[in-house]
């Protein structure tokens, strides 16, 4: 009797850790639950500001090269002459939008934006994005920290990927409101160097009913060099 209780639990162990590893069950549990279930229920070392404290992580800082800060000068005058707004930008997305969090003085959030996960200034992503409305087109002027390397002394491609989604997504959401990207598509022509400033632009090419259709390109700083084509589809939710 021992013997099969012994088993029963060691049967039972192996399919719920079975169980654990299919992600057709994460992901129902996302769907029925909500992002704040499927969070793991260990305590996270995270910590948010209030929101009187808020960061925003898209001004100047001393991790900041003088391309970088060059560049946010130049769009910064744009600005003030009304063609460009600079995005602010907080390390969680709740922070972004208010609107979902009534309680915004103190959101209850155990997670961190990706691109604003780190709290050490200039070892991860160091971006700004402004914004033109008129031409539906983002400007991120972008410094990869060396915890971004992929090949030896050079930005990952994952890292690069993850700057044209951003920049992309804001591009999507404030041409056209809550969007998922649906399809990413990307040529990497010419590596990056780690440190190095560059600029993603991107653009809405058309919209058809839900879908958004964008197109980027990151160059670096006098834009001779072209390092990144991509496409993205984003789809209204
Ligand atoms: C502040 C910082 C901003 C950062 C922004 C970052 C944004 C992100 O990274 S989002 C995370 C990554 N994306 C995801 O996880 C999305 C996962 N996918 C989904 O949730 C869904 O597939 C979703 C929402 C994209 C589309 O689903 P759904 O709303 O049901 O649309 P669906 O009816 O299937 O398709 C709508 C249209 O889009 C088209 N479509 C959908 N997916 C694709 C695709 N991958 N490729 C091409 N077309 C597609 C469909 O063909 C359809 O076209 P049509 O209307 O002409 O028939």
Redesign the pocket.
């Given at each position: 009797m021992f013997k099969f209780s012994v088993r029963l639990i060691k049967g039972l162990m192996q399919v719920t850790a079975w169980l654990q590893e299919q992600p057709v069950l994460t992901n129902l549990l996302y769907r029925i639950s909500g992002p704040a279930s499927y969070l793991p229920s260990r305590d996270l070392t995270v910590t948010w500001p209030r929101a009187e404290e808020h960061k925003d992580f898209s001004l100047p800082n001393s991790s900041w090269s003088q391309s970088m800060r060059n560049l946010y000068n130049k769009y910064m005058e744009l600005s003030q002459q009304g063609s460009w707004i600079r995005l602010p930008s907080y390390n969680a997305?709740v922070t972004?939008f208010t609107e979902q969090c009534p309680n915004s003085a103190k959101p209850q959030v155990t997670t961190r934006?990706f691109?604003r996960n780190l709290d050490v200034e200039g070892l991860g992503f160091e971006y700004v994005v402004f914004y033109n409305q008129a031409e539906q087109r983002t400007v991120c002027i972008f410094q990869a920290g060396p915890y971004l390397e992929g090949s030896h002394g050079l930005i990952h491609g994952g890292a690069i990927a993850t700057i044209i989604?951003?920049t992309a997504?804001?591009c999507a959401?404030c041409t056209a409101g809550k969007?998922?990207?649906?399809?990413l598509n990307i040529n990497y022509r010419s590596p990056i160097v780690l440190g190095s400033t560059a600029e993603v632009q991107c653009r809405v090419d058309k919209i058809?009913?839900?879908?958004i259709f964008l197109s980027a390109e990151i160059r670096n700083v006098d834009g001779q060099v072209l390092h990144t084509e991509a496409t993205i589809?984003f789809?209204q939710?």
């Open positions: 997305t972004h934006l691109t989604d951003s997504g804001i959401i969007v998922m990207t649906a399809n058809e009913d839900r879908k589809l789809v939710v």
